[in-house]
């Protein structure tokens, strides 16, 4: 137990510092030349100097927020933070770091920060280093390198280069990511040359900041519109970059404008670039207007057909495959309208691909629609392992009943063990393109050993 004078030292250590704090906050706030209309404060008429927030109302002190008991609102914790000078910030952190934590400090902390780091971004990361908690310290540290690049992209690319070295790679990917989420925001020419002129070779983190950093640019300019200029853009890439900045572009503008985006599938004359964009497409178009995405899929498939010659259903059943994913109902009332025929056989293996996780006797009843043999039985295989892997024996023997599987495939399965059901569920997604012939099918799996 502490003794009575003791406890009266820190009492009296605790409301020194407070007071003090609170003091030098009282002469800053007194000075109207740190303020301007600019900052949004206007001085209240008579008032010694106490300044009115966005809201009109008067700016609370620091001694009536450190009053409090509980965290003091949103509105006055900004008001108070906007009406600091920046360049008296970093003094009044250490002295607000000197009190015990917990509300209100922490949200003055943190208020404090947020206002800082966005208004003059340099100075607080030239005094970030002072933070003692990584997380509040980041948070201000993503909001100057956003503000900085959108300013002065050059200083933000030299303060990231300084201080790379000062935490850990995974905070320093964030750091590159917050720097060009704002340049790209404001000059994505200008994010796409920093991003392209980080040497990849030199390490992981360098290539994850590279993908990561084209997927932030792709977004900035599928949010400007700039669908045009961020494929040319993006062709100057290596192949490997290319493909995935480009398959970014391609998810926003089909959510965007899909007419546009088809538009542009249109145009393409590489036949293996014009069907990986078919794919990025309808997948993308699938999740925000299914129908749309499937309608335009059979008819883009019919005109492939007609020009190759050959049966194509591939932009179906990507859309068959985006769409199933969250759900059976519309996928099923699509294919119902539809005639079997080559065409729609990948589209119908795929719906039932997809149905076979949730409820695999009515995948099974899919298999029938089905009209090329190979992908038929490969089909039905697949959702029999999964049958055999739930313990759905009832719907794998009305299954062998009605002849959906073939006598090569009941008497494989039959010898199958049962008491490992997770090599059961990855054989049904892995292995069920193997049920074609008995030279290429897996051989089963040995059961494990008993335990000792």
Known sequence: MKSPKLKTLLMASVWGVTSAAAFWYG??????????????????????????????????SLQDLLKLKTKPDADSLKAWADSLDPAQCAGLLTDLQKMAGGQPRDALIAAMITSWATRDPKNYLDNSSTISSPRVRETGVAGA?????????????????????????????????????????????????FVTALDSGSGPANAQIQRQGLNTIADALANQGQFS???????????????????????????????????????????AQRATTETQVVRSWARTDPQAAAAWATQYDQSVSASTGQP???????TMRSWSRYDLN????????????????QAV??????????????????????????????????????????????????????????PDQVQWISNLPTD?????????????????????????????????
């Open 349 to 406: 293996a795929t719906f039932a691909s997809q149905a076979r996780n949730t409820d695999p006797a009515s995948a099974m009843n899919w298999v029938g629609q089905i009209t090329d043999p190979t992908m038929r039985e490969r089909t039905a295989g697949s959702i029999a392992l999964r049958m055999l892997a739930t313990g759905d024996t009832a719907s794998l023997q009305a299954a062998i009943q009605n002849n959906t599987l073939t």
């Open 312 to 318: 194509s259903g591939q932009a179906l059943a990507d």
């Open 27 to 60: 002469r800053q706030s007194a000075a109207p030349t740190a303020y301007t209309p600019g900052h949004g404060k206007t001085l209240m008429e008579g008032s010694k100097g106490v300044y009115l927030s966005g809201s009109g109302k008067p700016v609370p």
């Open 420 to 452: 490992n059901q997770q090599q059961l569920m990855r054989m049904s997604r892995r292995m069920g393109a193997n049920f074609t012939t008995t030279t290429t099918r897996p051989a089963p799996w040995a059961p494990p050993a008993p335990a000792q």
């Open 145 to 193: 390198l956003k503000s900085m690049a959108e300013t002065d992209p050059k200083a933000a690319v030299a303060w990231l280069a300084d201080n790379k070295d000062a935490v850990p790679n995974n905070m320093l990917t964030q750091r590159y990511r917050n720097a060009i989420q704002g340049l790209a925001d404001n000059d994505p020419k200008a994010a796409f040359a």
């Open 229 to 271: 200029d961020a494929l040319a853009m993006f062709a100057t890439l290596p192949d490997d970059q290319r493909g995935t900045a480009t398959a970014e572009l391609m998810t926003q503008w089909a959510q965007m404008s899909p007419t546009d985006a088809t538009t542009y599938i249109a145009s393409i004359t590489d036949p």
């Open 330 to 345: 519309g996928p099923a009332q699509f294919l119902n309208g539809l005639p079997p025929s080559p065409a729609n056989d």
